[in-house]
């Protein structure tokens, strides 16, 4: 069973950046496909990003496109969220998951199995 925890948060002013950072520890990280999530102050938690096992493949929600970049390097067992261009509406605790997925190449925006405690970023305007 993987264990999953997140660093990097922190407090930004809009139109900066922040890197977070999950590590992996307890599992063969390269066996699990990745993403990254985040809970607005009281919503839902929300889809982020996610990548492959090998990291050739990744998807982001709408709202992140074009201004975050997710990424992982199997030999440190980490997964990265590069957050740029950062908005008050980014201010949320985020959350890295992992998911045994069907196939290498599988990317997903649910059902994800392993969870870390969150990193809280609080982008002021």
């Known amino acids: 069973q993987v264990q999953l925890v997140e660093s990097g948060g922190g407090l930004v002013q809009a139109g900066g950046s922040l890197r977070l950072s999950c590590a992996a520890s307890g599992g063969a990280f390269s066996r699990y496909a990745m993403g990254w999530f985040r809970q607005l102050p009281g919503k839902e938690r929300e889809f982020v990003a996610a990548?492959?096992?090998?990291?050739?493949?990744?998807y982001y929600s709408d709202s992140v496109k074009g201004r975050f970049t997710i990424a992982r390097d199997n030999a440190k067992n980490t997964v990265y969220l590069q957050a740029n261009s950062l908005k008050p509406e980014d201010t949320a605790v985020y959350y890295c998951?992992?998911?045994?997925?069907?196939?290498?190449?599988?990317?997903?925006?649910?059902?994800?199995?392993?969870w870390g405690q969150g990193t809280q970023v609080t982008v002021s305007s």
């Open positions: 990548i492959s096992r090998t990291g050739g493949s990744t």
């Open positions: 998951a992992a998911k045994v997925p069907s196939r290498l190449t599988d990317v997903y925006t649910q059902g994800y199995e392993y």
